[in-house]
């Protein structure tokens, strides 16, 4: 398992998404995807959480990797 949190914000506080932190879980495969978004809706529902399903805008790129977590 892994998790990202934004590390950084904007002056209304909404997030900006060039740094996070990650953490990681138990030893586990998967993939891990990265979406760089242009024109955000930022407040919009689930944004700043990272569901980007109502953030719109348009994607300018997404790139999914394979990850692999050991102990």
Do not use: C, W
């Not at 979406?35 to 790139?63: M, Y």
């Amino acid at each position: 398992m892994i998790s990202t949190s934004y590390s950084d914000a904007d002056a209304n506080n909404l997030p900006i998404g060039i740094q996070n932190k990650v953490q990681t879980g138990a030893a586990s495969e998967g993939t891990f995807t990265i979406t760089l978004r242009h024109e955000p809706a930022k407040p919009a529902e689930g944004v700043s959480d990272g569901d980007i399903t109502n953030a719109g805008g348009e994607t300018d790129v997404e790139v999914t990797l394979p990850i692999s977590i050991q102990d």
